[in-house]
């Protein structure tokens, strides 16, 4: 994915692994300190089992097609204002 988005947005993309501890604390600062444990467990599995999902699970939590724009976001560049 990163090697898709350098060469659709012409410069390097790193990805950094963020401790779950850190992604946790964000978190429950905004959802409240609750989220803590279950934020930290999720990413602790994606961390240990990696994030797999089916291109379908998207479809069926909605019961209909997600947006294409959604997935055109994250292959495209980021806009420039002063270009506009």
């Known amino acids: 994915m990163a090697e898709r988005m350098a060469q659709a947005w012409g410069h390097p993309v790193v990805i950094r692994r963020l401790p779950s501890a850190l992604v946790a604390l964000v978190a429950s ?5 609750g989220s ?4 930290k467990a999720m ?3 994606y961390n240990t089992d990696g994030f ?4 379908n699970d998207l ?4 019961d209909r097609p997600p947006p294409t724009s959604t997935w055109r976001c994250v292959a495209s560049p980021p806009t420039d ?3 506009s």
Request: no cysteine; glycine share 8%.
């Open 36 to 39: 803590y444990r279950p934020i």
């Open 81 to 83: 204002p002063s270009q």
């Open 43 to 45: 990413f602790d599995h």
């Open 52 to 55: 797999v999902g089916s291109s």
């Open 59 to 62: 479809r069926t939590l909605l």
């Open 29 to 33: 600062r905004r959802y409240g300190q």
